[in-house]
């Protein structure tokens, strides 16, 4: 079978329609979050169950794909907390990719089992223009050691389709981020066309019901013969 990655930011609807997708496509399916919120995940691992805790805790949260590029973050002072801050987020970069590769055996065991896998987002998707491509900021050391993972090591979606609604909107239904920053993402999801093979954007400004046929329709003629099944740097740009 194949995977298909619904994406799009946040407030576009993609939750909602891939959970009716799920109920209502003629083939067995099966939904799968794939983002960095682990409130929304319905499959984890333990210790990142742990650090969202934590993260909690501290008072860190947010949302489902990567950090606003142009957000200040406070630089720490001493030597000590210079290098605590490199440990932790070394720490980090091994859990992140040890939690993409979990998810990962759990899609492909559902494929394997021969079910359509509904992706809730998708980790190179979200992480292209950042930790893959560079065209959105100049990337650290754990940025390109993901980006390697995610382009060379991580299975891409076989069918992509963006939601695509105003910045407006989205932003009136879910209240996060900025405008600005919705329409980065907008352009960011919208230049993955040429990233991954079978690419398309859908009008999510419209009736749910409307939304949700269309999308419906597109998984149900997609050619399984065409779908990836590999590890995806054959189709690096």
């Not at 407030?11 to 799968?32: A, D, F, H, I, N």
């Not at 690419?199 to 399984?224: K, N, W």
């Amino acid at each position: 079978m194949f995977t298909v990655a619904m994406i799009g930011p946040d407030g576009v609807g993609k939750t909602t329609v891939s959970r009716k997708l799920e109920q209502t496509l003629p083939m067995r399916s099966k939904y799968v979050y794939m983002g960095v919120n682990l409130d929304a995940s319905n499959v984890a691992l333990p210790s990142s169950r742990l650090i969202q805790s934590l993260r909690k805790l501290m008072g860190r949260e947010h949302s489902g794909g990567p950090r606003d590029p142009n957000a200040t973050i406070a630089q720490p002072k001493g030597i000590f907390k210079r290098v605590l801050r490199r440990a932790k987020r070394g720490l980090r970069l091994v859990n992140t990719l040890a939690e993409e590769t979990y998810r990962q055996l759990v899609v492909r065991w559902y494929l394997f089992r021969g079910v359509v896998v509904l992706l809730d987002r998708d980790f190179f998707v979200d992480f292209y223009a950042y930790d893959i491509s560079g065209d959105a900021q100049p990337r650290t050391l754990s940025q390109r050691i993901h980006g390697f993972y995610l382009n060379y090591l991580y299975r891409r979606p076989d069918l992509v389709i963006c939601l695509d609604a105003d910045a407006e909107t989205m932003f009136a239904r879910k209240g996060e981020g900025t405008v600005d920053l919705l329409n980065r993402r907008r352009q960011d999801y919208q230049n993955l066309s040429q990233a991954v093979k079978h690419f398309s954007v859908v009008d999510a400004d419209r009736p749910l019901e409307v939304v949700t046929a269309d999308v419906h329709d597109q998984i149900c003629g997609f050619p399984t013969t065409s779908s990836s099944h590999a590890t995806p740097s054959s189709l690096a740009s």
